[in-house]
């Protein structure tokens, strides 16, 4: 069995019910919301284990600290990926200027930061969810200011989705112990 489909069953054995009902509430318009749902999605993902102590149970397979976090990631975000296109594709009627897709984009770019904040949080703060809802509710809270456009959940310029990637990034090194990222010394 290869690894991304040994980590795909194991999500969606546990948690499908979860990742159904955020598919659908995900299609809710608003920006804020999706956050929100992204938040209630990623926290019960690979965060939850982390706090629980379950990753390790995972990793008792060949599998690096690395994949595991980049094929959680992928297991909660795909379906989020295939709501929000549903519903552009359900609302474009015909017309391709659907494919215009900064509302969605906007969406998709900040949960590599939700996800990064949740697993964080689990792995130092042991809180998978309350610690990084207040995190996003400040920065929603500081996005009618130039904060705006460094902000990964409001994501108002390029600058915030390297902020959100940077983020991802960090957390998948941190996950990971840095010493054994790729299974090598860095």
């Known amino acids: 069995m290869k690894k991304f489909e040994f980590v795909l069953r194991k999500v969606y054995r546990q948690r499908g019910i979860r990742i159904f009902l955020m598919f659908f509430a995900f299609m809710l318009p608003t920006q804020t919301w999706k956050v929100f749902v992204e938040l209630l999605l990623f926290s019960g993902l690979l965060p939850r284990d982390i706090e629980r102590g379950d990753d390790e149970l995972s990793l008792q397979l060949p599998l690096r600290k690395w994949e595991l976090f980049l094929y959680e990631f992928l297991s909660g975000a795909i379906p989020l990926l295939i709501s929000g296109l549903f519903i552009m594709a359900l609302g474009a009627k015909g017309d391709l200027r659907w494919l215009r897709l900064w509302t969605l984009s906007r969406s998709f770019l900040a949960m590599p930061y939700v996800y990064a904040l949740c697993v964080l949080s689990a792995k130092y703060l042991k809180s998978n969810f309350i610690l990084p809802l207040v995190f996003m509710i400040i920065d929603v809270a500081f996005c009618k200011t ?33 010493k054994t990222f790729e299974g090598a010394e860095i």
């Open 146 to 178: 130039p904060w705006r456009y460094v902000s990964p959940i409001c994501q108002g310029s390029f600058i915030s989705a390297i902020v959100s990637l940077g983020v991802f990034v960090l957390a998948a090194l941190l996950y990971s112990d840095i």
